[in-house]
């Protein structure tokens, strides 16, 4: 058993910052790679960054405003989202690729937190 629990969301002004952090948590073996996910009302979920042993890979529209760092001891992924624009505002998803003690890799996500950029 697994899961990912998110926090950090919540309301910000239009250049304001927000950190968003994610846990895992439960039989875990591994972890390849963690990272965020958003959704606005009336459109797909896209990626927004990811980390891995690969490197980092962030969507077009966040570059040189959002981080993404892990923290592997801790299974831990946080999203540092800086200079926040009203399109920023949706649901933050959490994912990883886990691999656990039962079963081999998948994808798990959480439960999602709302950002609401507006004045």
């Known amino acids: 058993q697994v899961q990912l629990v998110e926090s950090g969301g919540g309301l910000v002004q239009p250049g304001g910052s927000l950190r968003l952090s994610c846990a895992a948590s439960?039989?875990?073996?591994?972890?390849?790679?963690m990272g965020w996910y958003r959704q606005a009302p009336g459109k797909q979920r896209e990626l927004v960054a990811s980390?891995?042993?690969?490197?980092?890979n962030y969507a077009d529209s966040v570059k040189g405003r959002f981080t993404i760092s892990r923290d592997n001891a801790k299974n831990t992924v946080l999203l540092q989202m800086n200079s926040l624009k009203p399109e920023d505002t949706a649901v933050y998803y959490c994912?990883?690729?886990?691999?656990?003690?039962?079963?081999?890799?998948?994808?798990?996500w959480g439960q999602g937190t709302q950002v609401t950029v507006s004045t």
């Open positions: 994912n990883a690729a886990i691999r656990t003690y039962r079963l081999p890799t998948r994808d798990y």
């Open positions: 439960g039989s875990i073996f591994s972890i390849d790679s």
């Open positions: 980390i891995s042993i690969s490197g980092t």
